[in-house]
């Protein structure tokens, strides 16, 4: 429509009765004029009809360019001006007159949100658009109350152009402001079209329902209010000078559940969290004012650290409609938008529980964003782009931005570079609806139109509420150090719910008295609940329900080196290995894959040689048959980075996909493997998000390079690491971080082990670096065997996919086998007291430690793998290092001294050391000096680090 805001700018002088002529010739014949203005006639017919098409429920289609046919295929405007006078000059003055209104409504449709009233403060400068402006497009005061033929457009087949500027302005700059007009679906932005013109919020409440959203401010504004007298000082994030938020939310779930929505989860900063958990998730009061006063939010029992309260999650079931419907608010940490994808992707994983994986209408997600923060952080653009992608979609999620026009101190000015904070939301072409907070029917009408468009076109929808924070950043924090202006504003503005109260008593809707005791009585109800709070014990915990019920508390009476019962028949191991390397007859296979798969075939039918993937895909196939799913997700994960998976094979002529794991059995469950999108913090939170919503599929997140993984830090660090002890939520998530020095460069050497070991305590996760792949199988289906949940840390091999000692025999799979904590030496050697070294590994440095030792004929010289690096397993570590009593030891890693595993197991391996002797042996570190970058960048110079620290590892150097 770009060509059709050029033609806005030429309405004026001698140009006008030149587009006249030139329309009524094209109205004759199209072919008649240059190609460029019969674009442009034909883009504007397409939108005169626009609402046209909608209003009579028939789908839109676009009029077929070229070949229209005689006056009946003319366009509407242009008919009517022929029909309305038999003079020729006549006739051009009505079409040039349609032409014009027709551009100025078009103009209001695009422009008319920079002229709406949004600041509830009246602090924002409204500057006039001259493309509003009628005389823009050459009429005059003169032409204010002359009938124009608009066709229907704005609901009327005619209007003077003084009605057509007051329903253009009532729509689209009153008290909401609307982008839609970026919207490249006909459907979508008609629709939105359809429910703005006409300002129907003007009219839509009736006084039950205003009496409604007066009670739900009211509870809001009050809840805060009670807080403040009762714990002054008080950090609490409140929500006031945007407590129209909580009637938004409300409006989106009952919209919502009333259209077939079962569940919401809801993702929110902390701004505004205590009042969402009271109100609308219906956390007690009674609970939360105890621990207001520093009670612990679970019973003592219970262990974990807790979080802030303003940090807590809950969830519930509320009846709305008759039908009840599950809310759960998720819990997160102050690094604003980290949430997004967490939330998303539990919504994605109980959509697929449920069967929903084609509407997927049962299960959606609310988003609460702060102004600084949707503009700011970056996850909010990687959450908005996975919002459409196969492997990531969800129907869609409501967005409700509480625009507070401040950032802790930052103004907007500072804080984005766009008109709007929301800009980035137009990446994916969702509408933005803005409305001014000050405005209770306008923004509950906008939350009702957000719950309908979600529903109607599972696509995300942004609404923008402006409104503003009353207090500072917190409750003990002065503003007007900063924002003196905004703040002497905020001081004179009354509450919405006086301002709201007060219209409604004067409108007779809702008499003044009732207002009041409205308030009245929820004060009441307040103070009951904050006597109560005194003696208030919770009596439960937040988890291990549900979905989750049969698991225990992380690891409660287990000991760090359990076995569990991974183990698989060897009639099901080969089932399943035959069933991966089989195709169907008319798929027509890369001829390098066909030999990839013959070769697992005979490794499972020799029950030799069985490598990396093969046995990863084994414990796929073989949780499959189990009753589990298995969800895989990352950056070219079908394929693997190595090409090394290709779980996923594609027929080189049709491009059609199939998955032999989903080919197994008849019946059994499927895996799903996707290749996201280039994003790790969004992507991996995602896929935190859906393990947290099912315990019983395998989640795995695979970093193309486990370099890559440090752009989800915060996921990391917040989510995975200390989710469980902060917030009582459990996860299975695996990570696969490909890592190794393989000289490929700093970016591509570490997935950074020593980063995930700091982050270790208290059973949280598991870190773990293997050698061998039928130690992976395990490691992948202890992940679900176990009655427990932990997020496990793989360093994946990239040299070792393909390295001939890096395989494992079938029956390492099968009975009797299990996984294995440490792996003691395996070559025959001189007698254990005569070895005069150990070296404790971890990894890929064990087969260049065991090649040189062959090649070099070194005997006394004993090797043991640390396959699991934490939950530190000090049992099995002893007992392979009890032979050697005589032997010093030595810690030898591939990564510089201050990266690696080092710093971490070196007090532990003394300790190992003294249980055995009762006096410490050091272990002595052989490795890379320590370094600033994680590896060099020279092939040379990384082959002669290389060769010294194995060498110095076996004594050679």
Same mark, same amino acid.
């Given at each position: 429509?770009?060509?059709?805001?050029?033609?806005?700018?030429?309405?004026?002088?001698?140009?006008?009765?030149?587009?006249?002529?030139?329309?009524?010739?094209? !109205?004759?014949?199209?072919?008649?004029?240059?190609?460029?203005?019969?674009?442009?006639?034909?883009?504007?017919?397409?939108?005169?009809?626009? !609402?046209?098409?909608?209003?009579?429920?028939?789908?839109?289609? =676009?009029?077929?360019?070229?070949?229209?046919?005689?006056?009946?295929?003319?366009?509407?405007?242009?008919?009517?001006?022929?029909?309305?006078?038999?003079?020729?000059?006549?006739?051009?003055?009505?079409?040039?007159?349609?032409?014009?209104?027709?551009?100025?409504?078009?103009?209001?449709?695009?422009?008319?949100?920079?002229?709406?009233?949004?600041?509830?403060?009246?602090?924002?400068?409204?500057?006039?658009?001259?493309?509003?402006?009628?005389?823009?497009?050459?009429?005059?005061?003169?032409?204010?109350?002359?009938?124009?033929?608009?066709?229907?457009?704005?609901?009327?087949?005619?209007?003077?152009?003084?009605?057509?500027?007051?329903?253009?302005?009532?729509?689209?700059?009153?008290?909401?402001?609307?982008?839609?007009?970026?919207?490249?679906?006909?459907?979508?932005?008609?629709?939105?079209?359809?429910? +703005?013109?006409?300002?129907?919020?003007?009219?839509?409440?009736?006084?039950?329902?205003?009496?409604?959203?007066?009670?739900?401010?009211?509870?809001?504004?009050?809840?805060?209010?009670?807080?403040?007298?009762?714990?002054?000082?008080? &950090?609490?994030?409140?929500?006031?000078?945007?407590?129209?938020?909580?009637?938004?939310?409300?409006?989106?779930?009952?919209?919502?559940?009333?259209?077939?929505?079962?569940? +919401?989860?809801?993702?929110?900063?902390?701004?505004?969290?205590?009042?969402?958990?009271?109100?609308?998730?219906? &956390?007690?009061?009674?609970? !939360?004012?105890? $621990?207001?006063?520093?009670?612990?939010?679970?019973?003592?029992?219970?262990?974990?650290?807790?979080?802030?309260?303003?940090?807590?999650?809950?969830?519930?079931?509320?009846?709305?409609?008759?039908?009840?419907?599950?809310?759960?608010?998720?819990? @997160?940490?102050?690094?604003?938008?980290?949430?997004?994808?967490?939330?998303? %992707?539990?919504?994605?994983?109980?959509?697929?529980?449920?069967?929903?994986?084609?509407?997927?209408?049962?299960?959606?997600?609310?988003?609460?964003?702060?102004?600084?923060?949707?503009?700011?952080?970056?996850?909010?653009?990687?959450?908005?782009?996975?919002?459409?992608?196969?492997?990531?979609?969800?129907?869609?999620?409501?967005?409700?931005?509480? @625009?507070?026009?401040?950032?802790?101190?930052?103004?907007?000015?500072?804080?984005?570079?766009?008109?709007?904070?929301?800009?980035?939301?137009?990446?994916?072409?969702?509408?933005?609806?803005?409305?001014?907070?000050?405005?209770?029917?306008?923004?509950?009408?906008?939350?009702?139109?957000?719950?309908?468009? /979600?529903?109607?076109?599972?696509?995300?929808?942004?609404?923008?509420?402006?409104?503003? /924070?009353?207090?500072?950043?917190? $409750?003990?924090?002065?503003?007007?150090?900063?924002?003196?202006?905004?703040?002497?504003?905020?001081?004179?503005?009354?509450?919405?719910?006086?301002?709201?109260?007060?219209?409604?008593?004067?409108?007779?809707?809702?008499?003044?008295?009732?207002?009041?005791?409205?308030?009245?009585?929820?004060?009441?109800?307040?103070?009951?609940?904050?006597?109560?709070?005194?003696?208030?014990?919770?009596? &439960?915990?937040?988890?291990?329900?549900?979905?989750?019920?049969?698991?225990?508390?992380?690891?409660?009476?287990?000991? !760090?080196?359990?076995?569990?019962?991974?183990?698989?028949? =060897?009639?099901?191991?080969?089932?399943?290995?035959?069933?991966?390397?089989?195709?169907?007859?008319?798929?027509?296979?890369?001829?390098?894959?066909?030999?990839?798969?013959?070769?697992?075939?005979?490794?499972? $039918?020799?029950?030799? %040689?069985?490598?990396?993937?093969?046995?990863?895909?084994?414990?796929?196939?073989?949780?499959?048959?189990?009753?589990?799913?298995?969800?895989?997700?990352?950056?070219?994960?079908?394929?693997?980075?190595?090409?090394? /998976?290709?779980?996923?094979?594609?027929?080189?002529?049709?491009?059609?996909?199939?998955?032999?794991?989903?080919?197994?059995?008849?019946?059994?469950?499927?895996?799903?493997?996707?290749?996201?999108?280039?994003?790790?913090?969004?992507?991996?939170?995602?896929?935190?998000?859906?393990?947290?919503?099912?315990?019983?599929?395998?989640?795995?997140?695979?970093?193309?390079?486990?370099?890559?993984? @440090?752009?989800?830090?915060?996921?990391?660090?917040?989510?995975?690491?200390?989710?469980?002890?902060?917030?009582?939520?459990?996860?299975?998530?695996?990570?696969?971080?490909?890592?190794?020095?393989?000289?490929?460069? =700093?970016?591509?050497?570490?997935?950074?082990?020593?980063?995930?070991?700091?982050?270790?305590?208290?059973?949280?996760?598991?870190?773990?670096?293997?050698?061998?792949?039928?130690?992976?199988?395990?490691?992948?289906?202890?992940?679900?065997?176990?009655?427990?949940?932990?997020?496990?840390?793989?360093?994946?091999?990239?040299?070792?996919?393909?390295?001939?000692?890096?395989?494992?025999?079938?029956?390492?799979?099968?009975? %009797?086998?299990?996984?294995?904590?440490?792996?003691?030496?395996?070559?025959?050697?001189?007698?254990? $007291?005569?070895?005069?070294?150990?070296?404790?590994?971890?990894?890929?440095?064990?087969?260049?430690?065991?090649?040189?030792?062959?090649?070099?004929?070194?005997?006394?010289?004993?090797?043991?793998?640390?396959?699991?690096?934490?939950?530190?397993?000090?049992?099995?570590?002893?007992?392979?290092?009890?032979?050697?009593?005589?032997?010093?030891?030595?810690?030898?890693?591939?990564?510089?001294?201050? @990266?690696?595993?080092?710093?971490?197991?070196?007090?532990?391996?003394?300790?190992?050391?003294?249980?055995?002797?009762?006096?410490?042996?050091?272990?002595?570190?052989?490795?890379?000096?320590?370094?600033?970058?994680?590896?060099?960048?020279?092939?040379?110079?990384?082959?002669?680090?290389?060769?010294?620290?194995?060498?110095?590892?076996?004594?050679?150097?």
């Amino acid at each position: 429509m770009a060509g059709v805001d050029v033609l806005a700018t030429a309405m004026t002088g001698a140009n006008a009765a030149y587009l006249a002529d030139t329309y009524a010739r094209w !109205v004759e014949r199209p072919d008649s004029v240059d190609p460029s203005m019969a674009e442009l006639f034909a883009a504007l017919d397409d939108e005169a009809r626009l !609402v046209l098409g909608d209003a009579q429920g028939a789908p839109w289609s =676009p009029r077929p360019r070229g070949g229209f046919g005689p006056e009946a295929d003319a366009p509407p405007a242009a008919r009517k001006g022929a029909e309305s006078a038999a003079d020729p000059a006549t006739a051009r003055a009505a079409v040039l007159d349609s032409i014009r209104a027709l551009m100025l409504i078009r103009a209001y449709r695009v422009r008319g949100h920079l002229e709406a009233s949004l600041d509830p403060l009246g602090l924002t400068e409204k500057k006039k658009h001259p493309e509003l402006d009628p005389v823009s497009y050459g009429f005059t005061e003169a032409d204010l109350d002359r009938v124009i033929f608009i066709d229907k457009v704005l609901g009327r087949e005619s209007a003077t152009l003084r009605e057509i500027v007051a329903i253009c302005r009532a729509s689209y700059c009153g008290s909401i402001g609307v982008e839609f007009m970026h919207i490249q679906d006909p459907g979508q932005k008609s629709w939105i079209q359809m429910r +703005i013109e006409g300002a129907p919020w003007l009219t839509a409440f009736d006084a039950a329902a205003k009496r409604e959203i007066l009670s739900q401010i009211t509870e809001a504004e009050e809840f805060e209010a009670f807080c403040a007298r009762k714990y002054v000082g008080t &950090k609490r994030f409140g929500l006031e000078g945007a407590d129209v938020t909580i009637p938004a939310i409300q409006t989106v779930i009952e919209v919502a559940a009333k259209a077939g929505v079962n569940e +919401i989860a809801i993702g929110m900063p902390h701004r505004g969290r205590l009042n969402t958990l009271v109100n609308v998730v219906k &956390k007690p009061f009674t609970q !939360v004012f105890s $621990e207001f006063k520093g009670n612990p939010a679970n019973p003592d029992d219970v262990q974990g650290s807790g979080d802030v309260k303003y940090h807590l999650g809950t969830s519930t079931d509320v009846e709305i409609g008759g039908k009840m419907v599950h809310l759960s608010l998720q819990p @997160n940490p102050s690094h604003l938008e980290a949430v997004d994808p967490v939330v998303i %992707g539990k919504v994605r994983a109980r959509q697929d529980m449920a069967g929903d994986t084609k509407t997927r209408r049962s299960v959606m997600a609310i988003l609460l964003h702060g102004d600084a923060a949707f503009a700011g952080q970056g996850l909010v653009y990687e959450t908005l782009a996975m919002s459409q992608l196969i492997g990531y979609r969800t129907g869609g999620t409501v967005h409700l931005v509480v @625009n507070n026009q401040i950032g802790f101190t930052t103004v907007p000015v500072h804080a984005y570079s766009g008109l709007y904070c929301t800009d980035v939301a137009k990446s994916i072409q969702a509408p933005i609806l803005h409305v001014n907070g000050d405005d209770p029917e306008a923004v509950v009408f906008c939350a009702r139109l957000c719950a309908e468009y /979600r529903m109607q076109f599972a696509a995300d929808i942004v609404l923008d509420i402006v409104c503003y /924070r009353r207090h500072g950043h917190n $409750e003990g924090d002065e503003p007007a150090f900063t924002q003196p202006a905004m703040y002497a504003r905020i001081r004179e503005t009354k509450t919405i719910r006086v301002k709201y109260a007060a219209a409604l008593a004067a409108s007779g809707d809702v008499p003044a008295a009732e207002s009041q005791a409205i308030l009245q009585a929820f004060t009441a109800t307040l103070e009951d609940a904050y006597q109560a709070s005194t003696g208030f014990k919770p009596n &439960k915990a937040d988890w291990l329900e549900g979905h989750w019920t049969g698991l225990k508390a992380t690891g409660v009476g287990e000991e !760090v080196e359990t076995l569990h019962a991974t183990a698989v028949s =060897p009639e099901v191991l080969r089932e399943v290995g035959l069933a991966l390397a089989r195709v169907p007859d008319d798929f027509n296979a890369n001829p390098k894959i066909v030999r990839q798969l013959e070769a697992k075939k005979n490794a499972i $039918e020799s029950g030799e %040689g069985i490598d990396w993937s093969t046995a990863e895909a084994l414990a796929f196939g073989t949780l499959l048959l189990d009753g589990h799913r298995v969800r895989l997700s990352g950056e070219d994960v079908q394929r693997g980075t190595f090409s090394q /998976r290709h779980c996923v094979l594609i027929d080189q002529t049709t491009q059609a996909e199939y998955m032999p794991v989903n080919n197994i059995r008849e019946g059994q469950p499927r895996m799903e493997a996707f290749n996201s999108l280039l994003s790790e913090m969004g992507v991996l939170g995602f896929d935190y998000g859906y393990s947290l919503a099912d315990p019983h599929t395998l989640v795995l997140w695979e970093a193309q390079f486990g370099d890559f993984a @440090n752009g989800a830090q915060v996921i990391i660090d917040q989510f995975i690491a200390s989710g469980e002890t902060k917030w009582l939520r459990m996860s299975g998530l695996v990570m696969l971080l490909p890592h190794g020095h393989e000289g490929q460069g =700093p970016e591509h050497s570490s997935a950074r082990p020593e980063r995930y070991l700091q982050l270790c305590a208290e059973r949280n996760i598991r870190v773990c670096n293997f050698t061998t792949p039928a130690n992976y199988f395990h490691a992948l289906r202890r992940q679900l065997k176990a009655n427990y949940r932990k997020p496990l840390i793989v360093m994946t091999p990239k040299s070792l996919l393909r390295h001939k000692l890096a395989v494992s025999p079938l029956a390492d799979f099968g009975p %009797g086998s299990a996984f294995k904590y440490v792996i003691p030496e395996t070559d025959t050697l001189v007698a254990p $007291e005569e070895v005069k070294r150990v070296v404790i590994c971890s990894g890929k440095v064990y087969y260049d430690l065991i090649a040189e030792r062959r090649e070099q004929n070194v005997t006394d010289v004993a090797i043991i793998r640390l396959e699991q690096i934490y939950p530190f397993p000090d049992r099995s570590l002893a007992a392979a290092l009890a032979p050697y009593a005589n032997a010093e030891v030595v810690w030898c890693q591939e990564e510089p001294e201050n @990266n690696g595993a080092w710093s971490f197991v070196d007090r532990r391996l003394e300790k190992v050391l003294l249980s055995l002797e009762g006096k410490g042996r050091r272990p002595r570190f052989v490795g890379r000096e320590a370094a600033a970058s994680p590896a060099t960048g020279l092939a040379k110079v990384h082959a002669a680090q290389q060769e010294t620290l194995v060498r110095s590892a076996l004594r050679l150097a």
